[in-house]
């Protein structure tokens, strides 16, 4: 067999598919690219998956419509007309770090704003911020952002390739989930941040994030792999009539909880591959 020489780059790329494919419940048959030592054997093109686990139990939709997710939230005060002042990412930056109308910013450390490439074609959208995002600032940094990293590597999307937020900009307590209230406070932050963003394609990272943009009660484990269409919204809130294909996705640290279900997961992020080859 002929030797493949691999870049540091590569190697790292490599590693990543082969962690996440074997996490997604894939086995690998056959070595096909010899890889420095240190690094596992990788092949040159999936194997068939083999092992397959259930299907997800939670996140239903009756999970969702009791928790009042996708129900139409109530504008939060102040938010809309705070986030109408921004003109570009940075303005909104200013705005979000200033904005007093979210109870969770008196207890979070930071506002968590995004990472990424601003000129990115994809944007991620979570939930909230955990307690590493809180410390540094930054979204999906700690072990749920480490899952959500190597899920786009294994297509070959790293750090540049994406523009990442959430939903809310300040650590619930605890890491609980955000409320409703908190979520509709918030919501015309979010969809300023995905106006301004002005992504290719949107990728909606779990249910809060799923219901609450699509303004869908459907649960996650029926709205994940789907392509939908994401209505933009002008700076008074209103659609206007231009839509972003949106793809829901389980939220990784949903499936750190529940790994078979990353077999899903990695089906969805093939969707989102084939996709981008498309367009
Ligand atoms: N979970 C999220 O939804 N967002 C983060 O930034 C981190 C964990």
């Not at 938010?79 to 207890?107: H, M, N, P, Q, W």
Request: with cysteine.
């Amino acid at each position: 067999m002929q030797e493949t020489s691999l870049t540091r780059q590569d190697e790292k790329a490599l590693k990543a598919l082969i962690d996440w494919w074997a996490e997604a419940g894939l086995e690998l048959d056959a070595p096909i690219v010899r890889a420095r030592p240190g690094l596992a054997p990788a092949p040159a093109t999936p194997a068939k998956p083999r092992a397959i686990a259930e299907p997800p139990r939670a996140a239903t939709a009756a999970a969702a419509r009791a928790a009042g997710f996708g129900s139409t939230p109530k504008a939060g005060p102040g938010a809309l007309e705070a986030a109408a002042k921004a003109d570009t990412l940075d303005a909104l930056k200013a705005v979000i770090s200033e904005f007093e109308g979210c109870a969770l910013k008196r207890t979070a450390r930071n506002t968590v704003f995004a990472r990424g490439h601003a000129e990115a074609r994809i944007m991620v959208v979570g939930e909230a911020p955990g307690r590493d995002e809180d410390e540094q600032g930054k979204p999906f940094v700690g072990r749920t952002g480490q899952l959500l990293d190597r899920m786009f590597a294994a297509i070959g999307l790293g750090e540049d390739d994406l523009y990442i937020s959430n939903i809310v900009n300040w650590r619930p307590p605890g890491n609980r989930n955000p409320t409703q209230e908190e979520i509709a406070i918030c919501l015309p932050l979010i969809e300023r941040h995905i106006a301004l963003k002005a992504p290719e394609i949107l990728v909606v990272a779990g249910g809060v994030s799923a219901q609450s943009l699509l303004r869908s009660q459907t649960g996650i484990t029926r709205l994940r792999g789907q392509w939908a269409d994401y209505k933009l919204r002008d700076a008074s809130g209103k659609e206007t009539g231009q839509t972003v294909p949106c793809l829901p996705i389980f939220h990784p640290s949903f499936l750190l909880r529940q790994p078979a279900s990353k077999r899903q997961a990695w089906a969805d992020m093939q969707a989102l591959e084939s996709r981008l080859k498309d367009s």
